[in-house]
């Protein structure tokens, strides 16, 4: 007898449907940025203010003025929030902290002595002098070429006073739950003064220092 074998084989198809989903992933980064920036929101790497020139005094005090940001329709302060999160903080310090001090090659002056010029007040430092900021002209809009997001929400700073341990940062605006998020905001024309304590010696290098802008 021959023995029959009957060997079977089974082949199985998988139907896909012509409009399975596919999930694609992107993410956008960015962060709540303040730069100073031209009328197209280019920002300005390296950004100077000159202050008023003032005489030598002996006895009395001198106040140095300037703009933050210059002549009006010049450079802004553009405040950039690319995130869904519509509330920000955004400060004015010296980017040494609160110990910084103007310079003029050997010669100091302080920023931050709130008791100039009785004396050099309470913080370490034995250097006189304090800067003030001012509000009262100052502006905030939306940023020049961008539409869409509103000024709603935003409020600029108080005029204010530095003093260490007290008022090291100066606020330049808020955003509150209100604002456009995403959204950009120019401020412009803040104010600014440097009392210069009495005796402060002439000197043919003015008195520098370096501030930041940051957000809090």
Partial sequence: MVACVLLSTSIFYTAFAA????????????????????????PIGSHSVTMSQVDFNSAGIET??????GAAGGTIIAI???????????????????????????LEMD??????????????D????????NFASATAAVCPTVT???DDGITLGTNS??????????????ADGTASAPGCIAVDQIAMSQVVP???????????????????
Avoid at 64 to 69: N, P
Avoid at 85 to 90: E, H, K, R, Y
């Fill in 198 to 216: 009495p005796g402060t010696p002439a000197s043919s290098t003015p008195f520098t220092m370096v501030f930041t802008l940051t957000t809090i």
């Fill in 19 to 42: 409009d399975e989903d596919v999930q694609l992933s992107l993410t956008v980064n960015g962060a709540v940025q303040a730069f100073f920036a031209d009328q197209t929101l280019t």
């Fill in 126 to 133: 034995t250097a006189s002098g304090k800067l003030s900021l």
């Fill in 148 to 150: 869409g997001p509103t």
């Fill in 80 to 106: 950039v929030n690319p995130t869904s999160t519509p509330a920000w903080d955004v400060g004015f310090a010296p980017a040494a902290g609160a110990t910084a001090l103007w310079a003029s090659g050997s």
């Fill in 64 to 69: 140095s003025t300037g703009s933050l940001t």
């Fill in 161 to 174: 006073v530095f003093e260490e341990g007290v008022v090291d940062s100066i606020t330049i605006a808020t």
């Fill in 111 to 124: 920023f931050n002595d709130a008791d100039t010029p009785d004396d050099n007040g309470t913080d370490p």
